[in-house]
C-alpha cells in the first residue's frame, strides 16, 4: 500500500515554496479561489511537502514538523498542510478499513484532499452529545448535520464526519464521505482578506445516505479513534504559533532598536523589562515544544494532556507577543498598518484569544493570522 517516499526536502526548499504561497496571500485582497487554493496543494506534493501521509517514520515525522514550523514564521497559520499529511492520515492508517486507507497514497500525492468535519455550533470537536445524526438503515447510516469551521471544505473530495449514532447521542462515529455524495452542501466562510487558505467553509449534510463502510474501522468509537489526532492537533498548532512568536519576537527587536532621533525605543528600560518579559515566557513554552518535537519525531505520539497545555500556552504567549508590538506600535509608527484596520484586527484577535482559551474552534488562531504579518523576519529554529 505504500508508496514510494520522495527525497526529503531541504528545509531551504520548504521555505521557498512556503514564501511563495506566503506571497499570494498577501498580495491578494479576496480569498484565495478553490481552483487556486487545489494548485498550492498539488504544488507543495510534487515537493513532498505531503509525503508523509504514505510514508512513515521518524525522518518523514521531523519533516511534517519542520513544514509547521516554518509556516508559522511566516504566518500561514491558514494553511495546515499538516492536517492531510498527518493528522488525518494517521486516523486512517490506525482504524481505517482496507478500503478507506488506499486513500492514503492519494494524499501524499496531493490528488485527494480531505477534510475533518468535526466542529459544530456550541461543540466544539467534541465526542458525545453531537447535534449530527447517524440513522441507521438497511445497508448503511442517513446522515444529518451542520458543521462550522471546516478546512478544505471549499475544494476537497472527502469528508470524514462525526456524527451520533445512538439515540442518546453518547456513542459517536467516524465517516469516510465523498464530497460528491447527494445531500451535501458547502458554503464558503469568509475568515480573512486573501489569507483563506484552507478553503474553510460550513457544511450541511441533508438526509446523506451513505454505505456501511464508510463507517471508520466499521466501528462506532469515534473518542478512541480520535483522541491521539487531537493531541497530535494541538501540538501542530503549537509548534506553529511558537514559530510565529519568534518570528514577531525577532521582528519587534529589530525595529524596536532602530537608531531614532531620542534614541532606540530599547534604551528605555520599561521597553526592555517589556521585551524581557515576553521572551523569558517565550523560552518557557519552546522549551516544551522542543520536548514534544523529539518525542513526536521518535514515536509519532503527543500525549494528549501535554499537547493541550502546548497548545494554550504558545496561544497564550503570542497574545502577549501582539500586545507587545500593539502597545509599541504607537512609537515613531513602530509597525506600518495592514488591511483590514488595526482596530478590526485587535478585535478578532481578542475573539480568537477567547475561543482557545475555552477550547473553542480548531482554528480559532486564524484570528490571529493577520495581527503579525508586519513583523515577520527572523525566528529561532526550533525542529
Known sequence: MTIEATTIPTRQDVRALLQKFSDIAVSSDEPSAPAT??????????????AAADAVGPEWRRHSLVIAEE??????????????????????RAHGTPRQQELLPGLARGETVIS?????????????????TARAVDGGYVIDADKRYISNSSLNDYFVISASVSEDRQTTGLF??????????????????????????????????????????????????????????????ALMSNAAAWSAVAGLYERANAERPTGPLLSHSSVQQEFAHVVARLHSVTALVKS???????????????????????????????????????????????????DHLDSRRRAAMAQVLAGGANYALNGLTLAGLAARVGKDQIV
Open 116 to 132: 475533518a468535519a468535526l466542529t459544530e455550533t456550541g461543540n466544539a470537536s467534541a465526542f458525545t452529545g453531537l447535534a449530527s
Open 176 to 237: 469516510v464521505v465523498p464530497r460528491s455524495t447527494p445531500g451535501i452542501e458547502v458554503t464558503p466562510t469568509s475568515m480573512g482578506h486573501g489569507l483563506e487558505l484552507l478553503g474553510t467553509g460550513s457544511v450541511r449534510f441533508t438526509d446523506v445516505r451513505v454505505p456501511a463502510d464508510s463507517l471508520l474501522g466499521g466501528v462506532a468509537n469515534a473518542p478512541l479513534q480520535l483522541q491521539s489526532a487531537m493531541a497530535m492537533e494541538w501540538f501542530f498548532l
Open 292 to 342: 514534544l518535537a523529539a518525542g513526536y519525531v521518535e514515536t509519532g505520539v503527543v500525549p494528549a494532556d501535554l499537547g493541550a497545555v502546548s497548545k494554550v500556552e504558545t496561544s497564550v504567549v503570542l497574545n502577549a507577543v501582539l500586545d507587545l508590538e500593539s502597545g509599541l506600535r504607537g512609537a515613531a509608527d513602530l509597525v506600518a498598518t495592514p488591511k483590514p484596520s488595526r
Open 71 to 92: 509556516m508559522g514564521s511566516l504566518w500561514l497559520l491558514d494553511l495546515p498542510l499538516w492536517l492531510a499529511s498527518d493528522i488525518l492520515p494517521t486516523v486512517l
Open 37 to 50: 487554493i487545489r494548485h498550492i496543494w498539488e504544488e507543495a506534493a510534487s515537493l513532498g511537502l505531503l
